[in-house]
């Protein structure tokens, strides 16, 4: 009996779906999927705008594999992955002798419609300017802190 197993997938959110495929087994005698015609077809529910999670892809055939008279059709689960997100740190300036300005980010990179209320928390940003510091450009570098998406930070912004 030759048994067709959907291949586990994973896309990224706001991607389109993988091409489906599969795999058969159960072949005898040397036999290799060679032999077959015929394919089963392969679905799923999951769209581009799906939520992160699993998802069956399930395969069928209309027509009989033409190996054996027996056929197994095995689901799988095409899993969802989060988008990865981008925290940029915002370019800031002060004036000599003045504290820091409040250090703020702006996160980018949805997809599917989805804004700022689809994370949670917020980003630590960190400077090593002070108030003391002299003149000139210093780094703000972003990090996940207590985001609660997976966002990955860019490149750091600059103090001025």
């Known amino acids: 009996m030759l048994t067709v197993t959907a291949d586990?997938?994973?896309?990224t959110y706001g991607?389109?779906?993988p091409t489906l495929t599969y795999a058969i087994?159960?072949?005898v005698n040397s036999d290799t999927?060679?032999?077959v015609s015929g394919a089963p077809s392969l679905s799923t529910t999951a769209?581009?705008?799906s939520s992160?999670?699993?998802y069956a892809i399930i395969p069928y055939s209309r027509y009989p594999l033409d190996y054996q008279l027996q056929l197994q059709l095995h689901q799988r689960h095409a899993d969802g992955e989060p988008r990865h997100l981008d925290v940029t740190a915002d370019e800031q300036s002060k004036m000599y002798g003045t504290a820091n300005p409040t250090l703020t980010a702006t996160i980018t990179g949805y997809v599917?419609?989805?804004t700022g209320s689809v994370v949670s928390g917020a980003a630590s940003l960190s400077t090593t300017a002070s108030t003391g510091s002299d003149v000139g450009t210093y780094a703000i570098t972003p990090v996940v802190g207590t985001l609660s998406r997976a966002i990955i930070p860019s490149a750091s912004s600059t103090a001025r």
């Open 8 to 11: 586990d997938l994973s896309k």
């Open 15 to 17: 991607a389109a779906n």
């Open 25 to 27: 087994t159960g072949f």
């Open 33 to 35: 999927s060679s032999v």
């Open 47 to 49: 769209t581009t705008g």
């Open 52 to 54: 992160v999670g699993g």
């Open 112 to 114: 599917n419609g989805d």
